[in-house]
Nanobody, 121 residues
Framework: QVQLVESGGGLVQPGESLRLSCAAS????????MAWYRQAPGKERVLVAL???????KDADSVKGRFTISRDNVKNTVYLQMNSLKPEDTAVYYC???????????????WGQGTQVTVSS
């Protein structure tokens, strides 16, 4: 089975920065796109940023210019650099990966466990 392990969340003040990471491990043949989602209290889970296997990216309007998604294909890890954090960024952040398993011709979606980001003064 594939596991996605997240780290890097925490409590920060407005204007500060955090970097989230999500490392995939298991019987992985290849990883298609990877993405970060977040779910704020009382809200639905929404896409924050996505990165394709070729390195193309897309950001939500709410984080454009502040957040940067990147990936390390050797380490099977996706990162989210979050700068100029605002209270409205407070949420549980989840990573997602679309994975082709060794010996399989199918893609599977895997989710990380979630990491809490709290922005408060």
């Amino acid at each position: 089975q594939v596991q996605l392990v997240e780290s890097g969340g925490g409590l920060v003040q407005p204007g500060e920065s955090l970097r989230l990471s999500c490392a995939a491990s298991g019987s992985i043949a290849s990883i298609n796109h990877m993405a970060w989602y977040r779910q704020a209290p009382g809200k639905e889970r929404v896409l924050v940023a996505l990165i394709t296997s070729g390195g193309g990216t897309k950001d939500a309007d709410s984080v454009k210019g502040r957040f940067t998604i990147s990936r390390d294909n050797v380490k099977n890890t996706v990162y989210l650099q979050m700068n100029s954090l605002k209270p409205e960024d407070t949420a549980v952040y989840y990573c997602k990966a679309v994975v082709r398993l060794i010996g399989s011709s199918y893609d599977y979606i895997y989710w990380g466990q979630g990491t809490q980001v709290t922005v408060s003064s």
